[in-house]
C-alpha cells in the first residue's frame, strides 16, 4: 500500500519559513515525479513545484519562484519543499503527489494524473 505522508506545517508571520516533508511508504520516489500542490478556501488547487526525481529536475509555478524550493532525499525516500518570504497569499492545505513517470516537462507537470496523494497538510501565514 502506498502512502505519502506530508509534515511540517503550520502558523508563520508573514515573511517567515518552513520546511514540508514528504514521506513514501510503498513506492520508491526515485522513479517518481513529485509534485507539490495547494489548495485555498474558496480557491482551485494549484501546481506548487515539482521533482523529478530520476535527474533533480525541478519546475515551480511563477508565484512561489524564487522564494520555494523543493529537493528530494533518495536515502530518506523523502521529497521536501523549503518555502521562504512567505506571505498570505501562501495560506493554504498543502499536499504532495507521486507520479510514476521518470521525468516532467515544463508544460506538463501540473497537469499530470498523479497516481498518489498526500492527506494534505495546512499552512496559514498571518499578516
Known amino acids: 500500500q502506498v502512502q505519502l505522508v506530508e509534515s511540517g506545517g503550520g502558523l508563520v508571520p508573514s515573511g517567515g519559513s518552513l520546511r514540508l516533508s514528504c514521506a513514501a511508504s510503498?513506492?520508491?520516489?526515485?522513479?517518481?515525479?513529485v509534485g507539490w500542490f495547494r489548495q485555498a478556501p474558496g480557491k482551485e488547487r494549484q501546481g506548487v513545484a515539482c521533482?523529478?526525481?530520476?535527474?533533480?529536475?525541478?519546475y515551480y509555478a511563477d508565484s512561489v519562484e524564487g522564494r520555494f524550493t523543493v529537493s528530494g532525499d533518495r536515502s530518506k525516500n523523502a521529497v521536501y519543499l523549503q518555502m521562504n518570504s512567505l506571505t498570505p497569499e501562501d495560506t493554504a492545505v498543502y499536499y504532495c503527489?507521486?507520479?510514476?513517470?521518470?521525468?516532467?516537462?515544463?508544460?506538463?507537470?501540473?497537469?499530470?494524473?498523479?497516481?498518489?496523494w498526500g492527506q494534505g497538510i495546512q499552512v496559514t501565514v498571518s499578516s
Open positions: 503527489a507521486a507520479e510514476i513517470r521518470p521525468f516532467a516537462t515544463r508544460a506538463g507537470w501540473f497537469k499530470y494524473d498523479y497516481d498518489y
Open positions: 510503498g513506492l520508491t520516489l526515485d522513479r517518481a515525479v
Open positions: 521533482i523529478s526525481n530520476s535527474d533533480d529536475t525541478t
